[in-house]
Structure formats: C-alpha cells, structure tokens
C-alpha cells in the first residue's frame, strides 16, 4: 500500500517542530512571603509551588508585576490568566474563578503604632488599608455593624503603603494580613495588635475561561497534601516558618476563640456606650422638663387667671414638645396649641384627646396606633402621643397632650402625670374661687336691697305715726302699736343685713 505524500509531510513535521507549551499569564503584586518580586524575579510560596506544578503540566509562565487593585481588575478583563494569594469570598466567585483546594489559610490583623486592644479602641481613629483587599473590605462592614465611626485611607499599592502611612500618621492604625503583619511590622516600628477577624482561604483565582488550569492545580495540590514529606510541606516550612501542612487545628480555634471574645467584648462596650449615650440624653430631656415644670407651678401659684396660666403653660412646653393644652371650668372649654389660644372644636377632632378625656387615664399611642377617626392619623404617622388627663375626684379639668417623635422616658411621663395632678388641683381652685365670687356678689346685692328696703319702710312709717297723731287722736294708739311691730320686724331685717357683711368681709379675706 502507498503512503500519501501528505501523511508523509506531516509525521515530518511533527518530527522536526515539537509541540509546543501552553502559555499562562500569572500576575505578581508585592505580599511577602505569599508572593513578590525579589531581583526581577518573582519568589515566593505560592510561585515555587505553581512553578512546580507547571514542570508537571509544561506550562509556560509569563509573568505580569503590578499592584493588587490593578492586578484584579487585568484578571476580570481577560488580561492575565491566574492571580495567585486570593482570598476566596462567594462574592469574588461570581466574577472569577478559583481552585477548589485551600492553598493556605490567613486571616487580617489590625497593626498600629499605639496599644490597641478592642476594635472599640478604633473608634474615632483613621484606618489604612489597600483598596479592594479582602481584610479591609470586611473590616469596614464589621465596624459598620459595631456602630464604631472611623475614617479610612485607601492606598492603591501593596500593605508597605499601609504601614507606611501609619508611621507616617497619616492614619491612626493599618489592615494588613496576620503573616505579612506578624513579619515585617517590626521594620516600621509598629505593632501587631490583638484585632484579629476575617479567616480566610487563600487560592488561585483564575479568569473566567481558565478553569482547565485551576483543575490541574487542584489535581496536583490534593496529591502534594497526602504526603507530609513532599514539596507543598517544604515550601509552608521554608517561607512560613510551619511544619504542618496547614495551621494546626488548635490555631484555628484559639483563632476563632479570639475573634469571638473580642467581638463579644466589642459588642458589650458598644451597649454599655450606647445605653451610657441613651442615659446621658435621657437625663438631659429629663432636666430640661423639669425646669419647664418649675416655671409652671411658679406660673400656677402666681397667675389667678385661667386663660393666662393656660397660655403660659403652652407655651413653655412647646420649648420641650409639641402639646395642646385644654382647661374645662365649669362648662367653658379653652385650649391651646404651642403657645397660642386654638379653637376648641379642632381639638376635639383629635380622636385620641376625646378617647383620654372619656376614659380619664393616660394613653400613650405608638406611632401608627392612631385612630382612622383621628386628624394625628394622616399628620403625625411616625409620632408618638400621649395624653394626660387632668382629674380632680372624679371629674376631668382638662388635659395635656404632647406630640414627639421620640419615645418618652418613663420619668418623663411620671412628671407629665404629676403635672397634669397639679393642673387639675389648680383648675379646681380656680373654680371654687369662681363660686366664691358669685357668692360675694349676691351677699353684696342682697345687702343693698335690704338696705333700700329698710329705708323705704322705716321713713314712710315715721310720716304715717306723725301725720296720725296730729290728725287722728282717736286712732294714734292703735296704728302707733301697729307701726312698732313693723318697726321690730325692720330692726330684725337691719340685723340680718349686718350678719350679711361680716359673712361678705369673711370671704373677702379668705
């Protein structure tokens, strides 16, 4: 059988050009001892073992050096192959790709020139970190999440920077990881400190497209783990000092035991400053009340009309809250808002004043408990009400309502109910002094006319008993007899009308 010319060429050429190694694109950045550029060479452990694998695989390794920000966004666009010392987040999966097989496990580390000792401590204080690594993107949500306000310095280089800039004191404190902090912290007079938190796997992350070369590395990483004396051991003792395969299962729980014990430490210090704060506030609406308070009772000692001591009370609880105040003096109805006289039908379109005033105990309405019936309903959705009745016995005096945003104390309601006792005490007495004057009024009408009646009686019955015995011999004795019974009922009247004016002085003085 003849062979084809063709098929001869072929099997000539394959003879004469070998086939040739795929060609990955690797990016370095500087994170000693992970990875770096040492004499134009890029070293370290994760280079040794890709290298490693890549004799196996006869791969060809081009190598690409740039900052970490940089290097990531060449991996999304296509640019280079494999990133090594990526921390793994199933947020990063969806954009990149990674190898299964852990690599190393690190976690971040806060480094800081002045003792540290809670994440509390940071509180106030300027944080660097490298823009988009993993540790300063977690650390920034679990200070959000601890309420501790901090500024950050976002460098765009490498963790040198970092620390760099907190010698520097262009910030208070750095992010970096726990091995590149625990080895070169030191050259910058800084200090590791006991801030740990975000354990992490650390990969090779790959571009979308590249998880052929992410299986082989998972391929020849498992083989390298099963056996403690090959070069995947050798490699962690050479650049971290380790002897075990991965950190010892003790690190990772005293780890874990660190984190949480700061956080729990963290967590009660944020309680304890928060309920200090909500303390510290609450004392100070508590006294400013209190002072309100002191000038109405002042107000209601001194001021004996209804309608002034009314406007007056407004007026200095409006400095405090928005209220309306409501007096009901023996069936007249005033109210005020803020300081100003108000209509009273408008008040009553307040459900929840009516609802207070028929039940003659206190309600406090949540925000969006008001009455469909009620004008707070629509207006005042996300306040809080309450309403205090003025009771005196068992009739309602009047009431004060207080509209406010903010949840009231309970100290803050105890005065308010106080106040609304001593309103009604006031308004009663009011009242009574009301009803008093009506008395002297009619004493002093009732004295008059009996003073017009003894005179109109006793002088006309003197000129009848002059005019008789002149006129009338024969008749003066009887019609004298008759005019003195008149005259000892008039004495009788004059002694009533007497009485009548000390009782009228009595209740002038009281």
Not at 460 to 489: M, Q
Request: proline fraction near 4%; aromatic fraction near 12%.
């Amino acid at each position: 059988m003849k062979k084809s010319p063709i098929f001869t060429l072929i099997i000539f050429l394959l003879l004469i050009y070998p086939a040739h190694s795929l060609e990955i694109t690797v990016g370095v950045y500087d994170n000693p001892p992970m990875l770096f550029y040492s004499n134009g060479k890029p070293d370290g452990f994760f280079i040794e073992l890709l290298e490693y694998i890549a004799e196996k695989e006869e791969w060809e390794l081009r190598y690409v050096y740039g900052t970490f920000p940089e290097l990531i966004e060449k991996l999304k666009s296509g640019e280079i192959d494999i990133l090594p010392d990526v921390a793994y987040t199933p947020e990063r999966e969806e954009v990149f790709s990674f190898n299964r097989e852990p690599v190393f496990n690190n976690w971040g580390v806060i480094v800081a020139g002045k003792r540290i000792e809670t994440i509390t401590d940071l509180d106030g204080k300027k944080i660097a970190g490298v823009r988009q690594d993993i540790y300063f993107r977690k650390f920034r949500n679990l200070a959000k999440s601890f309420g501790i306000k901090t500024s950050y310095v976002e460098v765009e280089g490498d963790y040198r920077e970092v620390f760099e800039a907190v010698r520097t004191g262009e910030a208070d404190a750095g992010i970096v990881s726990r091995i590149y902090g625990n080895l070169y912290a030191g050259d910058y007079g800084l200090k590791t400190t006991s801030v740990v938190f975000s354990p992490v796997e650390l990969r090779f992350a790959g571009a979308k497209g590249s998880e052929y070369y992410l299986e082989k590395i998972d391929y020849h990483l498992a083989i390298l783990k099963e056996d403690e004396s090959s070069l995947y051991y050798s490699l962690i003792g050479k650049w971290t000092e380790t002897t075990r395969t991965e950190v010892p299962y003790w690190v990772k729980y005293l780890a874990f035991a660190t984190v949480l014990l700061g956080f729990l430490l963290g967590f009660r210090e944020i309680y304890l400053k928060r309920e200090l704060r909500k303390r510290e506030h609450e004392i100070i609406r508590v006294n400013r009340l209190l002072e309100k308070i002191l000038k109405i009772n002042e107000t209601i000692i001194i001021e004996r009309d209804p309608e002034k001591l009314g406007l007056k009370t407004s007026l200095m609880l409006s400095e405090y809250r928005e209220n309306v105040v409501m007096f009901s003096l023996n069936g007249e109805v005033m109210t005020f808002s803020d300081g100003r006289r108000s209509d009273p039908k408008d008040v009553y379109e307040f459900e929840c004043i009516k609802s207070a005033m028929k039940r003659k105990i206190p309600l406090q309405i949540p925000p969006g408990f008001h009455p469909e019936s009620c004008i707070h309903c629509k207006s005042a959705m996300d306040s809080f009400g309450y309403a205090f009745p003025m009771v005196y016995g068992s009739e309602v005096k009047g009431l004060i309502f207080i509209l406010t945003q903010e949840k009231l104390s309970s100290r803050e309601i105890r005065i308010l109910e106080t106040l609304a006792g001593d309103m009604a005490y006031a308004l009663h007495d009011f009242e009574l002094e009301r009803e008093r004057n009506q008395i002297l009024n009619q004493l002093e009408k009732n004295i008059r006319n009996m003073m017009m009646l003894v005179d109109g009686i006793r002088n006309p019955l003197t000129v009848i008993k002059g005019l008789t015995e002149l006129k009338c011999r024969e008749i003066y004795a009887k019609i004298e007899k008759e005019i003195s019974g008149i005259l000892r009922a008039v004495q009788e009247i004059e002694k009533g009308w007497i009485e009548s004016e000390k009782l009228e002085r009595k209740f002038q003085r009281k």
